[in-house]
């Protein structure tokens, strides 16, 4: 079972022979947040750390929580994962990032992505575009 797991089935582990195994309802556990200070401090955390590589252990030591408990309480108050988040900044960044000079390996690199075809790939699915395309029809509807 994942320990992570937001529900839960609970089943007898030793069944009467001739009946059914008792199974109880699976209940979602109520929503855990993080509480403000936690919430901001992970993702200026985050921010900071965009082209390093910030584990969610060190997030969630920095917040005083356990990993799993830390990542269903960052869900339960950006929705979104802290990887999503991480993604979701980083392409910001990468969208400021490529209306400069810097060549989209540089991009790539300075918004922490492994390398330009990860960049190029993650950007293509959440754009409908690659980056160096992406950059064109801005420039040209700017200028």
Same mark, same amino acid.
């Given at each position: 079972?994942?320990?992570?797991? %937001? +529900?839960?089935?609970? +089943?007898?582990?030793?069944?009467? @022979? $001739?009946? @059914?195994?008792?199974?109880? @309802?699976?209940?979602?556990?109520? @929503?855990?947040?993080?509480?403000?200070?936690? &919430?901001?401090?992970?993702?200026?955390?985050?921010?900071?750390?965009?082209?390093?590589?910030?584990?969610?252990? &060190?997030?969630?030591? &920095?917040? $005083?929580?356990?990993?799993?408990?830390? %990542?269903?309480?960052?869900?339960? %108050? +950006? /929705?979104?994962?802290?990887?999503?988040?991480?993604?979701?900044?980083?392409?910001?960044?990468? !969208? !400021?990032?490529?209306? $400069? +000079?810097?060549?989209?390996? !540089?991009?790539?690199?300075?918004? /922490?992505?492994?390398?330009?075809?990860?960049? %190029?790939?993650?950007?293509?699915?959440?754009? =409908?575009? *690659? *980056?160096?395309?992406?950059?064109? &029809?801005?420039?040209?509807?700017? =200028?």
């Amino acid at each position: 079972m994942n320990l992570c797991a %937001s +529900t839960a089935t609970f +089943t007898a582990s030793r069944p009467v @022979p $001739g009946q @059914p195994a008792l199974t109880l @309802p699976a209940r979602p556990l109520p @929503p855990v947040r993080l509480s403000a200070w936690q &919430e901001r401090l992970a993702k200026r955390l985050i921010a900071a750390n965009l082209n390093t590589g910030l584990s969610m252990a &060190e997030l969630a030591r &920095e917040c $005083g929580l356990s990993r799993c408990h830390f %990542s269903r309480a960052f869900h339960g %108050s +950006t /929705g979104l994962s802290p990887h999503q988040w991480l993604t979701h900044q980083r392409l910001q960044r990468a !969208e !400021e990032l490529l209306l $400069g +000079t810097r060549s989209v390996a !540089e991009v790539a690199q300075d918004c /922490g992505f492994a390398d330009q075809a990860h960049f %190029s790939r993650v950007f293509a699915r959440r754009f =409908g575009q *690659p *980056p160096s395309q992406w950059r064109l &029809e801005r420039l040209r509807r700017a =200028g």
